[in-house]
């Protein structure tokens, strides 16, 4: 018996459908090209890197030197030093800030050391204001652990309150104890700033800062309970990756900001990624990524990446 044409093409409609999503599944939700860089930049061990956006230059960090690179990383000049932690690194205006955790604020850098945070001009570390001082405890300053700003505030991280905000109007300290009911594990406070808005990451999940208030708006998605790492690219994807129990998680997750879901991620980015422990954004949208080296870690050798999404 013959099937009259317009069902034969509903058939075939539905079809084509199912084989379309059924291949979806497995593939990711956006392309991404990976590339390794490690071997552009030696045998010494890579302690860290930065990339400064108005110079359009790198700087990778070993244990007795950096090295500045252009944005095609052309080695352009060496300088020496004693580089063995490099925590916080940030190059900026060909310089290298190193040592304690600093951030990028405007054109100036923000400097975090046990409970206070001073904002410096990196040309004149003369020019500097405090921006915060904690309350002294029995037991020394309260550490402050991450940092970020928008327009209205400066966001800080600490074990005890999740995070707070200090106005840059009157340098009020704003604290938020009500909209953090869950116990987290202290080391996975991140914050970070999409647009103008706080995104604060922590072992359970993501808040956002709405009406005066942190809303939590997901789920954790990696597989452990420490959120290690996060990043916010121009396009509005929070790159998010923790441990799993006390190894790293295979998944670094990808959340895009704007559609508010998750974004499946392919074999080799996962693959790249695990053990990520610093990423930046270079001019044309590319991420650069490092990776530090340890048990079963990228075959425990620090690796750098660039990502290309298309």
């Given at each position: 018996m013959k099937l009259p044409l317009f069902k034969i093409i509903a058939f075939n409609s539905v079809l084509i459908l199912l084989i379309s999503c059924s291949n979806s599944e497995g593939e990711p939700s956006f392309n991404i090209e990976v590339e390794d860089l490690t071997d552009m930049f030696g045998t010494e061990r890579i302690y860290g890197f930065d990339y400064d956006l108005t110079t359009r230059k790198y700087?990778?960090?070993?244990?007795?030197?950096?090295?500045?690179?252009?944005?095609?990383?052309?080695?352009?000049?060496?300088?020496?030093?004693?580089?063995?932690?490099?925590?916080?690194?940030?190059?900026?205006?060909?310089?290298?800030?190193?040592?304690?955790?600093?951030?990028?604020?405007?054109?100036?850098?923000?400097?975090?050391?046990?409970?206070?945070?001073?904002?410096?001009?990196?040309?004149?570390?003369?020019?500097?204001?405090?921006?915060?001082?904690?309350?002294?405890?029995?037991?020394?300053?309260?550490?402050?652990?991450?940092?970020?700003?928008?327009?209205?505030?400066?966001?800080?991280?600490i074990t005890e309150e999740v995070c707070f905000l200090v106005s840059k109007a009157n340098q009020e300290k704003i604290t938020f104890e009500d909209d953090f009911p869950e116990s987290f594990n202290i080391e996975g406070y991140v914050v970070e700033t999409f647009g103008d808005q706080f995104i604060l990451g922590t072992g359970t999940g993501f808040y956002e800062f709405v009406d005066n208030r942190w809303i939590k708006f997901t789920e954790l998605g990696i597989g452990g309970t420490i959120l290690k790492n996060t990043f916010i690219d121009s396009r509005g994807y929070l790159f998010g990756h923790g441990l799993d129990g006390q190894s790293e998680s295979d998944v670094m997750d990808v959340f895009d900001l704007n559609t508010r879901s998750f974004v499946q991620t392919s074999v080799d980015f996962n693959k790249a990624m695990r053990g990520v422990s610093r990423i930046v954004e270079d001019e044309n949208g590319d991420l650069i990524a490092m990776t530090a080296g340890g048990d079963n870690v990228n075959e425990d050798v620090t690796k750098i990446y660039r990502l290309s999404i298309k």
């Open positions: 700087a990778i960090v070993n244990s007795d030197k950096y090295t500045i690179y252009d944005n095609s990383f052309n080695s352009l000049e060496e300088r020496s030093g004693t580089f063995q932690f490099a925590r916080g690194t940030i190059f900026i205006q060909d310089q290298l800030f190193h040592g304690l955790p600093y951030y990028r604020s405007e054109d100036k850098l923000v400097s975090t050391r046990s409970g206070r945070a001073i904002r410096f001009n990196p040309s004149d570390p003369g020019d500097f204001e405090t921006i915060y001082e904690s309350d002294y405890t029995g037991s020394g300053f309260i550490p402050l652990r991450d940092f970020a700003e928008n327009s209205s505030f400066y966001a800080f991280t």
